[in-house]
């Protein structure tokens, strides 16, 4: 009983997780309209933000290069 209620408080059942996933693969909407083209869609449905630092190039830049030195290291 503990379990299922703060399973049901905090978690969103799969049918509602898949919503968007769903949408953004199957909706002709998004293939016909330009303002889905590279968005970020959140339940249910609808464009949203991106998280901020997801946006900035240093840090995509010092991931890629910490991404290298650690599969170099590790011979890969």
């Known amino acids: 009983p503990v379990y299922a209620f703060i399973a049901n408080a905090f978690f ?9 996933t769903v949408f953004a693969a199957a ?7 330009s303002k889905y083209k590279g968005a970020y869609i959140v339940p249910p449905g609808k464009l949203g933000n991106v998280y901020a630092p997801c946006d900035d190039p240093e840090l995509g830049k010092e991931l890629y290069e910490t991404t290298e030195k650690v599969l170099t290291d590790i011979g890969v």
């Open 12 to 20: 969103t059942s799969p049918e509602k997780g898949a919503y968007s």
């Open 27 to 33: 909706s002709p909407e998004v293939r016909e309209d």
